[in-house]
């Protein structure tokens, strides 16, 4: 005899039924991943896209809508985990691409495009006074924190349960065994007393602190403005660098979070949408930290990488920062965002189940589960089935969102896609509600 309650039971069956029918609609996306199986282990190349019973197989792509290879169209809440802020087709993007591709894309030397963009991005982000570019949210990463440990001679991190900072820099659900070897040390986010008192303690090996303003993949969970103080005066006490990890959030205000709580690191990483939709990331901060980088210096820190400064993503970078995302456009998208989640709460008060919607602006993610959410590990706590049967039936409402529960926003999104979003989960919490935890 199980000692699960009915009610999991239930659950258990209503996704089975959900997942049953997803299957049923779906024989091209079934087919395009048994096909992958076959040279793709799990087949897929990036395991944050697979859910079972097969993730959807996307066809394209156009403003905030994506076609899966079955033919059905999709509002696009995935926004690529936040790199697709410009959706799928923005006119000055596609141009600015254009372009480059007609100047020729392999130039192998400085372009006309990379130092403009990287002034752009100086202007922008308060704690940005030089920057590098590099390929992804995790290169930005490693590069920063390889810099942390050559300036500051020591040899440990501070990084936060839960937190994502990239493929080997992975610290969700206990920690992912290829982790890059860095000595860590774990804290909980947003629990200030015990996070100083680990500071304290480890301060002479501390190189780096690296944390996200909010946790983004991990659950959308803000960071009290407290605790990133906190962390600020510590660091700077102990000599220890820290870094912002505004990869998803330098969306969420035009100077990023560490603009908006007015709280300045040592170093930032970037990347996801701020390379207009390819591939890109960033690091940078003070002076004297990213002078260490000036290759005309004896001893330099060498920082290569064949396409560190691509043709088009820097194009692409520099258009969408300075002629598509202005600080009025952030500033309305993501009002835009504090104006959903909020209807989506009230969605969940209004069927009286415990689960809620977290967040800042353009970024939100589900939780079914009641009580406040101050960390990853409350995060966890949520049910998980009830997050899956909630994002294989709005799939069925033509509504894509990220297997975990994370909603965001794209700059094509109007009135009538979220609205639409919004009575989908309308309709998902009224159908399932009998089987979902009460508040
Ligand atoms: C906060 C954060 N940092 C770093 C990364 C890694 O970026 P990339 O996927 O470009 O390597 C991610 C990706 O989701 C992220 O959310």
Redesign the pocket.
């Known amino acids: 005899m199980s000692a699960r309650p009915l009610r999991n039971i239930d659950l258990d069956a209503a996704l089975a039924d959900a997942e049953r029918r997803y299957a049923d609609a779906n024989p091209g996306s079934r087919e395009a991943f048994e096909a992958a199986c076959k040279a793709l282990p799990g087949g897929n190349t990036r395991s944050g896209l697979y859910f079972p019973p097969f993730p959807l197989a996307l066809a394209r792509g156009e403003a905030a809508r994506v076609w899966d290879v079955d033919g059905h169209a999709y509002t696009d809440f995935v926004v690529e985990?936040t790199a697709g802020l410009y959706g799928h087709s923005n006119p000055a993007i596609t141009a600015a691409v254009r372009r480059a591709l007609d100047d020729g894309i392999v130039l192998g030397g400085p372009n006309r495009n990379e130092a403009r963009f990287a002034e752009a991005l100086c202007a922008r982000i308060p704690s940005l006074e030089l920057v590098r570019f590099c390929n992804?949210?995790?290169e930005a990463?490693l590069m920063a924190l390889g810099a942390t440990r050559a300036i500051t001679g020591r040899d440990k991190v501070m990084a936060f349960d839960g937190a994502?900072?990239?493929?080997v820099l992975n610290f969700r659900a206990g920690g992912a065994p290829i982790n890059a070897p860095f000595r860590f040390v774990m804290a909980r986010y947003n629990d200030t007393d015990a996070t100083l008192a680990l500071i304290d303690e480890h301060a002479r090996d501390l190189a780096a602190i690296i944390v996200?303003p909010m946790i983004?993949?991990g659950g959308c969970i803000p960071g009290d403005r407290d605790f990133l103080a906190g962390l600020r005066a510590a660091s700077e006490r102990h000599g220890v660098i820290l870094v912002f990890?505004e990869?998803?959030t330098s969306r969420l205000a035009p100077g990023g979070l560490q603009e908006a709580h007015a709280i300045t690191p040592d170093m930032t990483t970037l990347?996801?949408y701020l390379g207009g939709g390819l591939s890109f990331?960033a690091f940078g901060g003070r002076a004297d930290i990213m002078a260490r980088f000036d290759s005309r210096k004896p001893g330099a820190f060498p920082h290569s990488g064949t396409f560190n400064n691509n043709v088009l993503t820097m194009a692409a970078g520099l258009a969408g920062i300075t002629e598509v995302y202005t600080p009025e456009a952030c500033d309305a998208l993501n009002a835009a965002g504090d104006a959903v989640r909020e209807r989506l709460n009230a969605v969940m008060r209004k069927h009286a189940v415990a689960a809620q919607v977290t967040g800042r602006g353009s970024m939100s993610s589900v939780h079914f589960r009641g009580g406040e959410i101050r960390s990853p590990g409350d995060a966890a706590q949520g049910d998980m089935t009830a997050r899956a049967l909630f994002h294989i039936e709005l799939i069925l409402r033509g509504q894509y969102t990220s297997r975990y529960g994370m909603i965001n926003l794209s700059l094509p999104m109007a009135g009538p896609d979220l609205d639409g979003l919004v009575a989908a989960v309308d309709d998902v919490i009224a159908e399932h509600a009998p089987l979902l935890a009460a508040a």
Request: hydrophobic share 15%; no cysteine; proline share 0%.
């Open positions: 985990y992804s949210g995790t990463n994502y900072h990239g493929g996200e983004g993949a990890d990869v998803m990347g996801k990331g």
